[in-house]
């Protein structure tokens, strides 16, 4: 009985993974794809709260990918537009840095920096028309909410400038 409680059971798991890669599941989980294997290999027990984990993620709305739009979250890029490329607001280069490069939002230097160096519009292009954006935007919309508040204190960042982003108090 006490097992039970403790550990979940692998049906359960793969029903409520609805057919995700591994690193999918363990990106969704925050934790390494190897557990995942463990747990589907059965060589380590499952704990309970993996499971409840994604019941939870199961009932958010985020959970589907169908509308949503960078906007969408509790933090608005403070950054202009780029004239050259009307098609990618800031919304949207905020999200693509946000989810592969975060330590480039401290300031808007950094951030201008990285989408001229990386060519970040391009890739967001090429990331829409290959239809893999909306899997960004949904990284995006989870990690947008747990951006550190605390991140430009100390000397350390006296002078370099605001940072790309700032929490809108509404759209929490």
Request: glycine share 6%.
């Amino acid at each position: 009985m006490f097992a039970e409680q403790r550990h979940g059971g692998l049906h359960e798991f793969l029903a409520l993974t609805g057919g995700l890669s591994i690193a999918e599941v363990a990106r969704k989980l925050r934790c390494c794809s190897r557990t995942i294997r463990n747990y589907v290999a059965g060589r380590s027990p499952m704990p309970w709260h993996r499971i409840e984990m994604l019941r939870l993620l199961a009932l958010e709305p985020s959970a589907t990918h169908g509308s949503m739009t960078a906007d969408e979250t509790p933090v608005v890029a403070n950054i202009e537009a780029d004239p050259a490329a009307p098609d990618v607001p800031p919304a949207e280069l905020l999200a693509w840095v946000g989810v592969h490069a975060p330590h480039y939002l401290s300031s808007r230097r950094s951030f201008a920096l990285y989408v001229r160096g990386w060519n970040v519009v391009e890739k967001i292009r090429r990331a829409k028309r290959k239809g893999t954006f909306a899997a960004v935007l949904a990284r995006w919309r989870t990690q947008a909410v747990e951006l550190p508040r605390m991140w430009r204190s100390g000397r350390m960042f006296a002078g370099i400038g605001p940072p790309a982003y700032v929490h809108d108090k509404t759209a929490s």
